[in-house]
C-alpha cells in the first residue's frame, strides 16, 4: 500500500533514509515544458522532474496512455536514477494532482507499492513548512532497472465491457459533474454522458481548499455518500486517465487494494458509436453532487 505524507515527515526522511528518491510530476497537459521551466526554476533540494508524457505510448492515438514498451519504460526510470528498492516520494504543483497518476505508473510499472509516498499539498506545503528549495537541474547517475508490469492495476476496453454486462467491478467516473451528466466534451468528436450503472465522483472533492487531502475518515464519508462499497474490486476512469489516478490512490491509502485504472477512459469510451451491449442496461439513478 502506497503512503500520504506531510512536509515534516519528508524532511525527516530526507535526513534519516537510505535509497530515497523524491520525484517532482507536476504535470500541466500535453505540454511537458511548462512543469520543466517550473522545476528549474524551483524544487525541493535533489528532486529530479518525472515527466509524465515522456512515458506515453506514441502508437495509439489515445491521450496519456502508458506506455507498452517495457525496455523503454526500464530506460526512462534508470536514467532518473530509481532502483526497484527505492523508496519513491512524488510531488506536485498541479491542479490535476498528478502525483497520483505518477504514483501509478510506477505501481503498474513494478515498483513496490509499498515503497511509494505522496507529499500531500505538493511544492505549496513543502514551501509552507519553511523546506528550503534549489534551482537548476539535478544531476543523476543512470542505474539499470527492469520492470515487470502489473496489469491488474489496469483496464482495457475490452475487459470494460466484460465489467458492464456483469457488474463485476463497481466503476468509478473522475470527471466533472456536468461532464457526467452528459455537460459537452472538451475533445471533439466524443459522445457527451457517462457509462452505465457507473458512479460520478468529481476528484477535487477529495481536497481542501488548500490542496490538503481531507482526514482519511471524511474520504471514506465522501465515497460512502454516493454508495460507493469500499470492499468491493473498484475501477476508475476520467476523460484521459489523469485525474483518475487519484480516486485509485485515495482507495490504496483507505485500504481498498482490489482497484485498477481504465487508462483509455471516457476519449476512448465515448469514440465509440454505442454497442449493442450498452444499451438497454438498468441506469443507476444520478446522486445529487456537491463540487467541493
Known amino acids: 500500500m502506497p503512503w ?32 520543466k521551466q517550473e522545476f528549474l526554476e524551483k524544487h525541493i533540494p535533489s528532486a ?3 515527466d509524465i508524457n515522456a512515458f506515453n505510448d506514441s502508437n495509439t492515438s ?38 497520483c497518476r505518477a504514483l501509478w505508473m510506477l505501481k503498474m510499472l513494478g515498483h513496490p507499492p509499498q515503497l511509494l509516498y ?11 513548512y519553511g523546506g528550503k528549495v534549489e534551482t537548476g537541474e539535478s544531476h543523476t547517475a543512470p542505474k ?6 502489473h496489469e491488474k492495476y489496469l483496464r482495457t476496453l475490452a475487459q470494460m465491457k466484460e465489467i458492464l454486462q456483469g457488474f463485476s467491478e463497481q466503476v468509478v467516473d473522475a ?45 471514506r464519508r465522501r465515497l460512502e455518500g454516493v454508495s460507493i462499497n469500499l470492499q468491493q474490486p473498484t475501477v476508475t476512469l476520467c476523460g484521459s486517465g489523469i485525474t483518475a489516478a487519484v480516486i485509485n490512490f485515495v482507495l490504496d491509502i483507505l485500504g481498498n487494494e482490489s482497484n485498477a485504472l481504465y487508462d483509455g477512459s471516457w476519449t476512448e469510451w465515448g ?13 443507476r439513478p444520478v446522486e445529487s453532487f456537491l463540487y467541493y
Open 4 to 35: 500520504l505524507i506531510n512536509a515534516e515527515q519528508v524532511d525527516s526522511f530526507r535526513k534519516n533514509q537510505k535509497n530515497l528518491v523524491i520525484l517532482d510530476a507536476t504535470w500541466h497537459g500535453a505540454n511537458s515544458d511548462k512543469a
Open 48 to 50: 529530479r522532474f518525472f
Open 62 to 99: 489515445l491521450p496519456n496512455m502508458l506506455l507498452r514498451d517495457e525496455k523503454q519504460a526500464s530506460s526512462l526510470l534508470g536514467a532518473l536514477g530509481l532502483r526497484p528498492d527505492c523508496k519513491i516520494i512524488f510531488y506536485d504543483r498541479s491542479m490535476y494532482h498528478s502525483s
Open 118 to 128: 505522496i507529499l500531500d499539498g505538493g511544492l505549496p506545503a513543502w514551501e509552507k
Open 144 to 149: 539499470p532497472y527492469t520492470i515487470k508490469r
Open 175 to 219: 470527471r466533472h459533474p456536468v461532464r457526467f451528466t452528459g455537460g459537452a466534451e472538451p475533445r471533439t468528436g466524443i459522445r457527451a454522458g457517462h457509462i452505465p450503472g457507473s458512479f460520478g465522483f468529481p476528484f477535487p472533492a477529495f481536497f481542501d481548499n488548500e490542496g490538503y487531502f481531507l482526514p482519511l475518515d471524511k474520504l
Open 271 to 283: 469514440a465509440e458509436a454505442i454497442y449493442a451491449g450498452e444499451s438497454g442496461l438498468a441506469e
